[in-house]
């Protein structure tokens, strides 16, 4: 598995997009044991108090951001079906839904740091 940072800074409308991907699109129940905890608890380091305006730093493991991220590009899966599917007035909407999951998606990317084997010289290897 990947090694990357833990900690990233978010905001409260990022957290919002996560909690209702995570609810919407992962499928699995809260209490439901995954190797890097349950979704229960990362729901709790989401609760953390949030203003709207204010970047927080939330620290989450890898398989956490694996979790999020792939409840993310799901959701962004499923409103672009919905746009092919449908010719009703949502594709505006889901547009714009789209467009803020893909943003969310490209900050966490940004503020991952990642981590590599080095040489005892501090060289990266391959």
């Not at 203003?51 to 989450?60: L, N, V």
């Not at 505006?92 to 998606?105: A, D």
């Amino acid at each position: 598995m990947p090694k990357y940072n833990e900690v990233f800074k978010l905001n409260g409308d990022d957290i919002g997009l996560i909690e209702n991907a995570l609810r919407t699109q992962v499928g699995i129940p809260a209490q439901a044991h995954l190797p890097g905890g349950s979704l229960e608890q990362l729901h709790g380091k989401l609760q953390t108090p949030c203003a709207k305006d204010r970047d927080e730093s939330f620290k989450f493991n890898t398989r956490d951001i694996d979790l999020i991220e792939h409840a993310l590009r799901e959701e962004v899966s499923v409103l672009a079906r919905i746009n092919l599917s449908t010719e009703s007035g949502e594709h505006q909407e889901n547009n714009e839904k789209i467009r803020e999951l893909e943003e969310l998606l490209g900050k966490l990317s940004n503020q991952k740091v990642w981590y590599g084997q080095v040489h005892h010289t501090g060289v990266p290897l391959g």
